[in-house]
């Protein structure tokens, strides 16, 4: 049958199609010399290393961070994780900090176990934080914070830290927390940020991706190793990310506005003993956040009952909007107590050492749910224990 003439593409279509293949074909000899060799002309060569809906989404994301590019993963984990092995080499020194995801405090631990040297540094007071790094920096490769951290929202004063270090030590920020609506690391000394496009990029809860941005030549380094491993992600996935980003701002002005109107009903109410939130002035890291975040705070909040595990148990039971669920920034609401749900695997010790208490919840704004309902749904909840608090 030979070769079949391939029809040309509808190049006016305003959105980009799904190419949903693993191989590109080239004319001639001249052609892939261009390519290949020269990269005069833009042509795919295979499905691991091209694919045009990767490219789009991959400028729209880095045009967000305001960072000279970027590069798409499966998950934020597979992000997290191929940026660090892409650096690493033999006597290579990592340090993280304690307050985070707790499966990248993970891969940390399996870097010990591969032989790489680690430190893990408590960043719940920025001054201790600053101290401890100053003691290391000589000797660290690559620093990783998450800012602001989980669940804590904990945060790290990025420019002082970038100073601080020597100048070839890269410093990596996972920044889903914020999203880069709120907070740009880029801009403040990060050489790459990662985000877990799952939550606030994606929003809506139907893929799972993760990007990494930052200079080109660092982002050189990290696609040559996603080329080598095929760490790649589906197209199909980035295609629906491409489409929700069209309401990312939109979506993020309902958080941030949502998420400070709960926060101010939480921190006046006589059973809520703390809560963790930028926006407020109680939290221990509040003027940094008026540093660095532009625009908002988020829909994640933190906070603590004065109540025992069974009553917060059941007051989560007993609420009628939050789905018991572990995401966030999509258009449904979603609520866990922390130590019984995520952090359950952990001895009672190290919860209380990383301030993981009986009665702690994260609590993460749907754009769907009216906050107004929420804010009902939680005090109505909270209403059948007031009268035990008082007496």
């Known amino acids: 049958m030979g070769r079949v003439r391939k029809p040309e593409s509808y190049t006016n279509s305003i959105i980009t199609p799904i190419y949903q293949n ?16 020269e990269g005069s002309i833009t042509k795919g060569r295979y499905g691991r290393y091209h694919n045009p809906n990767w490219e789009e989404v991959e400028g729209r994301l880095a045009q967000l961070d305001e960072a000279e590019d970027c590069l798409l993963f499966p998950s934020g984990m597979s992000a997290i994780y191929s940026t660090l092995m892409a650096f690493a080499k033999s006597q290579s020194c990592f340090a993280t900090t304690c307050y985070l995801y707790k499966n990248t405090r993970r891969v940390f631990d399996n ?35 998450e800012i602001p951290s989980n669940p804590h929202l904990y945060l790290a004063d990025i420019e002082k830290i970038k100073k601080l270090l020597e100048p070839d030590t890269l410093l990596v920020v996972d920044s889903t927390f914020a999203s880069p609506y709120n907070f740009k690391p880029c801009l403040w000394g990060a050489d790459l940020v990662i985000h877990s496009c799952t939550k606030y990029l994606n929003g809506h809860a139907d893929v799972v991706l993760g990007s990494v941005a930052g200079k080109k030549e660092a982002i050189d380094k990290i696609r040559n190793f996603r080329n080598i491993n095929g760490v790649i992600p589906s197209p199909r ?10 309401t990312f701002k939109l979506r993020m002005e309902s958080l941030n506005a949502s998420g400070q109107k709960l926060t101010e009903f939480l921190n006046t109410h006589p059973l809520v003993s703390k809560v963790y939130y930028l926006g407020l002035d109680s939290h221990p890291h509040r003027e940094l956040s008026k540093k660095y975040f532009t625009n908002g705070y988020g829909g994640v ?13 059941e007051l ?33 010790e190290d919860r209380k050492s990383l301030n993981i208490t009986d009665s702690l919840i994260r609590l993460s704004i749907g754009f769907n749910d009216p906050v107004d309902s929420i804010i009902d749904d939680i005090d109505c909840s909270l209403a059948r224990y007031m009268a035990t608090a008082i007496h």
Do not use: C, W
């Not at 693993?22 to 060799?37: E, I, M, P, Q, S």
């Not at 893990?120 to 100053?134: A, H, R, V, Y």
């Not at 909040?301 to 148990?313: D, G, P, Q």
């Not at 007993?318 to 920034?329: E, H, Q, T, V």
């Open 301 to 313: 909040v933190t906070f603590e009952l004065k109540l025992s595990k069974r009553e917060t148990s």
């Open 22 to 37: 693993t191989a590109y074909y080239y004319d001639d000899h001249k052609t892939y010399v261009k390519a290949l060799h």
């Open 316 to 348: 989560i039971d007993n609420l009628k909007i939050p789905y018991i669920a572990s995401n966030f920034g999509s258009a449904e609401t979603y609520i866990e107590q922390l130590a019984p749900f995520t952090y359950y695997y952990l001895s009672e």
């Open 111 to 145: 870097l010990e176990k591969l032989g790489f040297k680690t430190f893990i540094l408590d960043n719940s007071d920025l001054s201790e934080l600053m101290i401890s790094l100053d003691q290391v920096s000589q000797d660290i490769n690559l620093l990783f914070l």
């Open 237 to 246: 996935d980035v295609f629906t990310l491409g489409q929700h980003l069209k």
